[in-house]
């Protein structure tokens, strides 16, 4: 039985990442859709890991061969246990590539398999949790990106968030440098979660 490991921030799941974690099931017996911290980003997310794992499991529970799960540590640790025999990444242009290739290697060096990488499909090569997360931070409709436990997660998650333009009806424009995450985060349209 052939497995590999597709990981990210997944914050949030976005049908860029089912997508591809599709694809992979056609290359391996299954595909484990992995909850990884990325230090980076540590202090930035919008959804706790536990709600990453449940949206993304019941986003993909129509997929045969499709897991979730959280990687606890470094990745490559966590694909010798698991015995997974590739990493999988989605890459939407160059610039992921870009960000992609040294911890291609650094994995490898660090003793995890090869990664294999996937093209975005053309349909979803525009989106990323980040773009989600920014425009759901207006108050507007994400259900064309994500899918739909995901825009319902966004939609309270963001009505609780005091001052977030979803919860008090004024376009309040970009966060400003600074905002804690309890407002609301992502304006800035960074590298996130991978397709
Ligand atoms: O979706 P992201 O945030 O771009 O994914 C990056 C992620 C989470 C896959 C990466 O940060 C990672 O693999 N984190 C686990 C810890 C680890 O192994 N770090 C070394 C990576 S070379």
Request: charged share 15%.
């Given at each position: 039985m052939s497995l590999a490991v597709y990981p990210g921030s997944f914050d949030p799941l976005t049908l860029g990442h089912v997508d591809i974690a599709a694809?992979?099931?056609?290359?391996?017996?299954?595909?484990?859709?992995?909850?990884?911290?990325?230090?980076a980003k540590a202090e930035r997310h919008l959804l706790d890991v536990h709600e990453r794992l449940r949206l993304a499991r019941d986003s993909t529970s129509h997929l045969p061969g499709v897991?979730?799960?959280?990687?606890?540590?470094?990745?490559?640790?966590?694909?010798s246990r698991r015995g997974?025999?590739?990493?999988?990444?989605?890459?939407?242009?160059?610039?992921?590539?870009?960000?992609?290739?040294p911890m291609a290697l650094l994995n490898r060096d660090?003793?995890?398999?090869?990664?294999?990488?996937?093209?975005?499909?053309a349909a979803y090569a525009h989106i990323s949790s980040s773009l989600v997360k920014d425009v759901a931070g207006y108050g507007r409709d994400v259900s064309a990106l994500v899918p739909p436990a995901v825009a319902h997660a966004l939609e309270v998650r963001l009505a609780q968030a005091p001052g977030s333009a979803a919860h008090d009806g004024v376009d309040?424009?970009?966060?400003?440098?600074?905002?804690?995450?309890?407002?609301?985060?992502?304006?800035d349209h960074t590298r996130e979660d991978l397709p």
């Open positions: 694809r992979a099931t056609t290359l391996f017996d299954v595909v484990v859709i992995g909850i990884a911290h990325n230090a897991e979730v799960d959280i990687v606890p540590g470094l990745l490559a640790d966590y694909c997974a025999s590739a990493i999988i990444k989605g890459l939407r242009n160059g610039s992921d590539l870009d960000t992609e290739l660090l003793g995890a398999p090869e990664t294999v990488f996937l093209p975005a499909s309040s424009g970009p966060v400003p440098p600074g905002t804690p995450p309890s407002r609301f985060v992502g304006a």
